[in-house]
């Protein structure tokens, strides 16, 4: 079965600073792996996904996300961080086929908080 | 996501009653799906539909059933509603991409309160 990890529930970084949110999975096969955020009262919107290719994805509002296979991992970075990238953020897997290609899995979210 | 919402976005209600909350899309998506957010939970699937003739319980089905009445629309009905179903509830819309790449796209939310 699929699974996703999101090790930290929150993560602070001051203004200006680089940012990393942290996503492991565990999936039978090659990953199919999604970041969305989530801003206070707002439902969820999709930054990225990684599918196949390049390790390094870039998506919306500046945020990217590189892909490790060996260390099974999806981390989402931002070389500077803006007040308003506060939100609570979730890492999601999929299987490329199969039971599981169906359903995306999520992460519980990490809450990241930038300070002014 | 504007193209993706849910009616209504806020409810109260109390033990026992029925409640329905409903899902509309202008994305011409095939694919629709409700989940549940409970704090530290992330999301759980509930139901999903990959068309109109084509519905499949989801993770934490129990308790909810769903209606596919068009293509764009999703309702989510609980027929008597208990207190752990006070959640955040989301839609999604899908396109169907062949494999997984396919992305889902989130309506704003119902917050659900049973008393």
């Known amino acids: 079965a699929q699974s996703v990890a999101q090790p930290e529930d929150q993560v602070n970084v001051a203004e200006g600073n680089p940012l990393t949110v942290k996503c492991t999975y565990s999936?039978?096969?090659?990953?199919?792996l999604f970041w969305y955020v989530q801003y206070p009262n707002r439902g969820l919107q999709f930054l990225l996904k990684?599918?196949?290719?390049?390790?390094l994805v870039k998506g919306s509002y500046g945020f990217e996300a590189e892909f490790n296979k060996s260390q099974t991992s999806f981390h989402l970075k931002k070389p500077s961080a803006l007040v308003s990238d506060s939100a609570l953020y979730f890492c999601?897997?999929?299987?490329?086929?199969?039971?599981?290609?169906?359903?995306?899995?999520f992460g519980k979210g990490t809450k990241l908080s930038v300070i002014p | 996501d504007a193209d993706v919402t849910q009616t209504p976005r806020n409810r109260i209600t109390k033990t026992g009653k029925r409640i329905m909350l409903e899902c509309s899309q202008t994305k011409g998506h095939d694919r629709m799906y409700w989940y549940r957010q409970d704090p530290g939970l992330g999301l759980q699937l509930i139901y999903y539909s990959f068309d109109v003739k084509d519905i499949n319980k989801g993770e934490i089905s129990d308790g909810y059933s769903v209606s596919r009445q068009a293509q764009a629309k999703f309702s989510l009905s609980l027929e008597s509603a208990i207190p752990n179903q006070t959640a955040l509830y989301f839609c999604?819309?899908?396109?169907?991409?062949?494999?997984?790449?396919?992305?889902?796209?989130f309506g704003p939310g119902t917050r659900l309160t049973v008393l």
């Open positions: 990684y599918i196949t290719g390049d390790n």
């Open positions: 999936v039978s096969g090659n990953p199919y």
């Open positions: 999601a897997v999929r299987e490329p086929y199969g039971a599981g290609s169906y359903q995306l899995t």
């Open positions: 999604a819309t899908s396109e169907g991409l062949a494999g997984a790449t396919d992305t889902q796209y």
